[in-house]
């Protein structure tokens, strides 16, 4: 066939062509058609980039900070139901429990964590969703914490739960990471009922939703643990 | 000869599959939190939504990353046998000449060379794909790679930079695929990867013909 006189179409060329597009064609169709195909390819591709973000993660890099007047004004709410349905704890009845491999299980009140080394930091907090703001916490280093109680910090993940039944878990490395924090004030005040009253974590290494409020309990585990978004499809290490 | 080689064309294929899967799942993204008043449909963004838009962005990063590495040591390095036309000098000029002969339809597409509408679009290609890798990585790292987002004064900003680079490379693809429309030899010669016999000078039937021709005149 003569497309025109310089330039000819040959069998080879014909053949190869045909034979690309309908690879292209099923690959496509295969993705589009069987949910189980997809989500198999697009699970391991964030496996990988789990390991990706493991390889490029370092305790060193210390997150941004910002001056008193960087703080956003009307920090927004965020969680998977509307902010009248959040969590009332009791900040006296509250306790902190620990599970899995620490030596100390004994359960820390307010009081407790009020008594430990206190931390402020003034970060960016970044949602998942692509939002972004600046905000001042302090706490108790969670490195300190896990430390305190004996945690075994080999090789392991450390899993936080929530009074609303979320939770979530987070690498031992991000862990002790300098800057990750059991909140408990926010702008110099305890923390209010949306936003994660009476502890929550705030860790500038990970992204928003990493950052679980109304915590009840905090297990250390050689297995990993998953969390509530993580099941849905976010991608576990979410490191910053 | 043919026009494009086959690794060439493999390449690009897979290229432009990355990238328009970016920009689609880059929609969805966008739309979970859009900084500009308006939203993209969700029935043209990849994924649909945030969780599955991200996981599509995450994977085609991926394949985005080794395709265009994979195109610029094949095609822009000297020493590659599939080292193609130039892409310089590129003058004001010659773009508003060539623009109008495209308008007319006057524009005469020379194979294996490039007009200079194409080395301007393809330079700003090659541009638009470094700004969308240095933010991506950016906005991916915050922390690990916080210099990044400094150079244009942290991750807000930053934001709005991948933004507009998947803007410019969106109205490449549209403005590349109607010169395509314009010169249908090229997607033919992209998809079959059509022979070029101008090239091919020593053609056995031609030098079996000159013989014959030869052999009659004595
Ligand atoms: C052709 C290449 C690419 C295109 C067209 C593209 C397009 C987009 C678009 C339109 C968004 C939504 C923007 C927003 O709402 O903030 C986005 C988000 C994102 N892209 Fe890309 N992208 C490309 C390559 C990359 C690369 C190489 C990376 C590197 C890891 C990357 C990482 C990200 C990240 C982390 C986000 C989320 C940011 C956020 O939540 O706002 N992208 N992309």
Redesign the interface.
Same mark, same amino acid.
């Given at each position: 066939m003569n497309?025109?006189?310089?330039? +000819?179409?040959?069998r080879?060329?014909?053949v190869?062509?045909i034979a690309?597009?309908a690879a292209?064609g099923s690959f496509t169709g295969a993705l589009a058609l069987s949910n189980s195909f997809r989500k198999d390819?697009?699970d391991k591709?964030?496996k990988w980039?789990d390991m990706a +973000?493991g390889a490029? !993660?370092?305790n060193d890099?210390?997150?941004?900070t910002y001056s008193l007047d960087q703080i956003s004004n009307n920090f927004p709410y965020n969680g998977f139901y509307p902010q009248a349905y959040a969590p009332r704890l009791n900040p006296l009845s509250w306790r902190l429990e620990l599970g899995g491999l620490v030596q100390n299980k004994t359960p820390l009140s307010l009081a407790d964590l009020r008594k430990m080394q206190q931390e402020s930091q003034i970060t960016?907090l970044?949602?998942?969703?692509?939002?972004?703001a600046v905000g001042q916490w302090s706490g108790v280093p969670l490195h300190q914490l896990l430390r305190t109680i004996g945690a075994d910090l080999k090789d392991t993940f450390v899993r936080i739960d929530c009074a609303d039944g979320y939770y979530t878990s987070i690498d031992i490395e991000s862990a002790l990471h300098p800057q990750t924090i059991l909140a408990l004030d926010f702008l110099g005040k305890p923390l209010s009922r949306a936003f994660g009253a009476p502890v929550r974590l705030r860790i500038?290494?990970k992204l928003g939703f990493k950052n679980a409020k109304f915590i009840t309990g905090i297990s250390v585990h050689k297995q990993p643990q998953g969390g509530y978004?993580e099941e +849905?499809? !976010?991608?576990w290490f979410s490191?910053? | 000869m043919? #026009?494009h080689s086959?690794i060439l064309?493999?390449v690009h294929?897979l290229n432009a #599959?990355a990238v328009l899967g970016l920009i689609s799942s880059g929609w969805a #993204?966008?739309n979970? @939190?859009p900084?500009l008043p308006f939203t993209f449909p969700v029935s043209i963004s990849l994924g649909g939504y945030?969780?599955?838009a991200?996981?599509?962005h995450?994977?085609l990063v991926?394949l985005f990353i080794i395709t265009t590495t994979l195109f610029i040591v094949l095609r822009l390095s000297p020493l590659s046998p599939y080292y193609g036309p130039s892409l310089f000098p590129i003058s004001y000029k010659a773009i508003q000449r060539d623009l109008v002969q495209a308008l007319t339809f006057k524009l005469k597409h020379k194979?294996g060379q490039y007009n200079h509408i194409q080395r301007f679009l393809y330079v700003t290609v090659l541009l638009s794909f470094s700004v969308l890798f240095l933010s991506g990585f950016g906005l991916w790292?915050?922390? *690990?790679l *916080?210099p990044f987002n400094h150079i244009v004064g942290?991750?807000?900003s930053m934001?709005r930079v991948h933004f507009g680079a998947m803007a410019v490379i969106a109205s490449f693809s549209v403005i590349h695929l109607i010169m395509v429309l314009l010169v249908p030899?090229t997607l033919?010669?992209m998809?079959?990867?059509? *022979?070029?016999? @101008?090239t091919q000078v020593k053609s056995p039937d031609i030098d079996s013909l000159l013989l014959k021709s030869r052999e009659n005149e004595y």
């Amino acid at each position: 066939m003569n497309i025109d006189k310089e330039f +000819q179409l040959t069998r080879r060329g014909f053949v190869g062509g045909i034979a690309s597009l309908a690879a292209i064609g099923s690959f496509t169709g295969a993705l589009a058609l069987s949910n189980s195909f997809r989500k198999d390819l697009l699970d391991k591709v964030s496996k990988w980039n789990d390991m990706a +973000q493991g390889a490029l !993660y370092s305790n060193d890099k210390l997150a941004p900070t910002y001056s008193l007047d960087q703080i956003s004004n009307n920090f927004p709410y965020n969680g998977f139901y509307p902010q009248a349905y959040a969590p009332r704890l009791n900040p006296l009845s509250w306790r902190l429990e620990l599970g899995g491999l620490v030596q100390n299980k004994t359960p820390l009140s307010l009081a407790d964590l009020r008594k430990m080394q206190q931390e402020s930091q003034i970060t960016r907090l970044i949602c998942i969703e692509g939002w972004s703001a600046v905000g001042q916490w302090s706490g108790v280093p969670l490195h300190q914490l896990l430390r305190t109680i004996g945690a075994d910090l080999k090789d392991t993940f450390v899993r936080i739960d929530c009074a609303d039944g979320y939770y979530t878990s987070i690498d031992i490395e991000s862990a002790l990471h300098p800057q990750t924090i059991l909140a408990l004030d926010f702008l110099g005040k305890p923390l209010s009922r949306a936003f994660g009253a009476p502890v929550r974590l705030r860790i500038p290494v990970k992204l928003g939703f990493k950052n679980a409020k109304f915590i009840t309990g905090i297990s250390v585990h050689k297995q990993p643990q998953g969390g509530y978004w993580e099941e +849905q499809g !976010y991608n576990w290490f979410s490191g910053l | 000869m043919p #026009i494009h080689s086959a690794i060439l064309r493999v390449v690009h294929g897979l290229n432009a #599959i990355a990238v328009l899967g970016l920009i689609s799942s880059g929609w969805a #993204i966008y739309n979970a @939190a859009p900084f500009l008043p308006f939203t993209f449909p969700v029935s043209i963004s990849l994924g649909g939504y945030l969780t599955e838009a991200l996981r599509w962005h995450f994977m085609l990063v991926w394949l985005f990353i080794i395709t265009t590495t994979l195109f610029i040591v094949l095609r822009l390095s000297p020493l590659s046998p599939y080292y193609g036309p130039s892409l310089f000098p590129i003058s004001y000029k010659a773009i508003q000449r060539d623009l109008v002969q495209a308008l007319t339809f006057k524009l005469k597409h020379k194979l294996g060379q490039y007009n200079h509408i194409q080395r301007f679009l393809y330079v700003t290609v090659l541009l638009s794909f470094s700004v969308l890798f240095l933010s991506g990585f950016g906005l991916w790292k915050p922390v *690990q790679l *916080q210099p990044f987002n400094h150079i244009v004064g942290g991750y807000e900003s930053m934001r709005r930079v991948h933004f507009g680079a998947m803007a410019v490379i969106a109205s490449f693809s549209v403005i590349h695929l109607i010169m395509v429309l314009l010169v249908p030899k090229t997607l033919l010669s992209m998809l079959f990867g059509l *022979q070029n016999n @101008a090239t091919q000078v020593k053609s056995p039937d031609i030098d079996s013909l000159l013989l014959k021709s030869r052999e009659n005149e004595y």
